[in-house]
């Protein structure tokens, strides 16, 4: 068997600590709105039923610990988004996981900046179309080395923070998702197979804002790593 067309290389994360170890992305899946104070400022009030959209797995932007990260800041929009994001990486894939054995699934967790062109997205809301355009351009998943799971004290008391230029522009706590990591796994594994490589962004709280092009942008989750990207 032979390709036709050369295959695609796909996303590659590095894995935080290793020596040259890396993490082969499958799919990317994003939590819409899994914050309350962040489902508030976009309109939305409640413990509503969580959903998802997908980023291409090479929408990626690995960023290597220590190092300024540089993302292009992309076409047709005016009005880029920050939104600070713990990623779940999964090891065992599954499907119809028991929240209950959720956790067994993981491999690991990285900081991640959902970048949104909040202008399209808007649009296509209005229009009920597809937000794809919004969400899911090249670059638009910024996210730092990947950290084990062992290596990794994540609980409520977690601490997630975006600078940008030097000022915190978000700030929250992973206790304060609105659907846990487990739950968050357990409902997405209904709808689809979880595969090993899959990525899962979990949301992002309040203080999402615009950001333009010499800004940068610093995010941290305590204990798993932090993430800084320069928009050019």
């Not at 119809?96 to 990285?110: C, E, K, L, N, P």
């Not at 355009?133 to 008391?157: L, N």
């Not at 709808?191 to 804002?209: C, N, S």
């Amino acid at each position: 068997m032979s390709h036709v067309i050369a295959p695609p290389a796909g996303g590659i994360v590095p894995v935080a600590g290793s020596a040259g170890e890396t993490f082969p992305v499958h799919r990317i899946y994003c939590v819409g709105r899994n914050y309350v104070e962040h489902a508030k400022e976009m309109g939305f009030t409640g413990r509503e039923p969580p959903f998802f959209f997908m980023k291409p797995a090479d929408a990626v932007l690995p960023v290597a610990e220590g190092e300024t990260g540089r993302m292009p800041y992309p076409s047709l929009t005016k009005s880029l988004h920050h939104e600070v994001e713990l990623v779940v990486a999964i090891g065992t894939g599954g499907k119809a996981i028991a929240a209950a054995d959720a956790m067994r699934h993981v491999w690991g967790y990285a900081i991640g900046l959902d970048m949104t062109r909040r202008d399209l997205q808007g649009e296509a809301k209005k229009q009920g179309r597809p937000w794809d355009i919004g969400k899911s351009f090249d670059h638009s998943a910024p996210i730092g080395p990947i950290r084990r799971a062992s290596e990794c004290k994540v609980d409520a008391e977690t601490r997630i923070t975006l600078e940008v230029n030097g000022r915190v522009r978000q700030q929250s706590t992973i206790g304060k998702l609105i659907w846990s990591i487990a739950e968050i796994i357990e409902h997405l594994s209904a709808a689809w197979e979880l595969q090993p490589g899959d990525l899962i962004f979990t949301g992002t709280p309040e203080g999402v804002a615009a950001v333009e092009r010499g800004d940068v942008l610093k995010a941290e989750v305590a204990g798993v790593g932090r993430l800084q990207v320069m928009l050019v």
